[in-house]
């Protein structure tokens, strides 16, 4: 799938903004804080999912302006051009879809997908196990409003569940809610876990042939999904390994078992990469994910996501740089840099400028 056009009013700092970039690869350059990773997130916001940087849909648009961004774009998918209007401001995203009624945006899975690759996402293999998750999630709720809505239903129910844990007062006279809480939850925890099992292992497919191309087949790239609640799928399970830890939940306040707590292990020759792993090793770990990510978007889509590339290339060192590069093939990607330099001469990139929120094609 390819961008055509983006038109950007009252997102964050950019005021009103144009973009046509290239069906190959495009660089958006720019000082620090002038709003190139803005316009990247504006394009994600295409997706239907939440924003990258996590933060509120009130947040997002212009603090000066009326509360309201909108988003209109003209892609190509599956084989045609389409539209996607996009507003999004305090009372959260609305979307339609090649000019029909307007609906949640979150109902725009599997249309628009981008795969993001930012700076926060080195430090993937060494971060925090809900960075990992959220790596899953953020493509899982792309390729399936099905698995956003159950993710949905069961971080609702998590909260309610947590509420009721810390008030241990009345923690005896709500055992028969925690009960029913446990029961629901599972059904949800069973879809997920077993969504993102499958989804580890098809990346850990794809991953480890990107690992070894980048590494010279120095190690073998591995993945293991690592479940609070066992390895079995089947929701009477979960329920009974979630019930289980009722006396850990009541002591600490929170629920302890369930995919909110899950984890994924990244392996290099069946070692924990986090532990043993160069920092090399790390960075070569991040960058096959994400290829697999695109990759896995390429199976199950049979196109390719549109690559957003914020500001990672200066990271990484010129092997890497050139191979990520090279990997790009005949996707659509938006590169946002400092110095474009490097990329012009790789590629045959088209160059945009950012300055305080006003975007230009360089040369005009
Ligand atoms: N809701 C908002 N309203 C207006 N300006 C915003 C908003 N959120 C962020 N900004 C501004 O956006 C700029 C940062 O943009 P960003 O895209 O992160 O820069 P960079 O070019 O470094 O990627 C800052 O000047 C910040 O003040
Ligand atoms: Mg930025």
Request: glycine share 8%; net charge negative; with cysteine.
């Amino acid at each position: 799938m390819k961008l055509i056009s983006e038109t950007v009013r009252g997102f964050r700092n950019i005021e009103n903004a144009e973009f046509y970039p290239s069906t190959a690869v495009t660089v958006v350059c720019g000082e620090n804080g002038q709003g190139k990773t803005n316009l990247l997130e504006s394009i994600f916001l295409l997706t239907g999912a939440k924003s990258f940087r996590h933060v509120k849909d009130r947040e997002l648009p212009d603090k000066d302006g009326d509360g309201r961004a909108e988003i209109d774009s003209v892609f190509f998918a599956e084989g045609r051009r389409q539209e996607i209007r996009l507003s999004v401001g305090s009372k959260g995203r609305t979307a339609s879809l090649n000019r029909g009624s307007e609906k949640k945006a979150s109902e725009l899975a599997g249309k628009f997908c981008c795969v993001i690759f930012s700076p926060e996402h080195l430090d993937l293999v060494k971060g925090t196990p809900a960075e990992r998750r959220r790596f899953i999630d953020t493509a899982l709720c792309q390729l399936s409003a099905g698995y956003l809505s159950k993710l949905r239903d069961y971080m609702r129910l998590l909260a309610q569940k947590n509420a009721l844990l810390k008030d241990a007062r009345n923690i005896s006279a709500a055992y028969d809610m925690l009960d029913v809480y446990d029961e629901r939850m599972a059904d949800a925890a069973a879809y997920i876990t077993a969504y993102r099992r499958r989804f580890a292992a098809e990346v850990e497919e794809e991953a480890r042939e990107a690992y070894s191309s980048v590494s010279g087949n120095r190690e073998t790239f591995g993945i293991n999904y690592l479940s609070t609640a066992g390895d079995d799928d089947d929701p009477s399970e979960i329920a009974r390994m979630i019930s289980s830890a009722r006396g850990d939940d009541i002591r600490l306040g929170y629920s302890t078992v369930g995919p909110h707590r899950d984890d994924l292990e990244l392996l290099l020759d069946g070692d924990p990469a986090r532990v043993y792993g160069s920092q090399g090793q790390q960075r070569t770990a991040v960058l096959a994910l994400k290829l697999a990510e695109a990759g896995l978007f390429r199976n199950k889509l049979g196109e390719e996501p549109v690559l957003l590339l914020d500001d990672v290339l200066s990271e990484l060192d010129g092997s890497r740089q050139e191979f990520l590069l090279r990997r790009l093939g005949g996707s659509q990607a938006i590169i946002t840099c400092c110095d474009p330099n490097f990329i012009e001469r790789e590629t045959d990139a088209d160059v945009w400028r950012m300055d305080s929120g006003v975007l230009t094609r360089a040369g005009d």
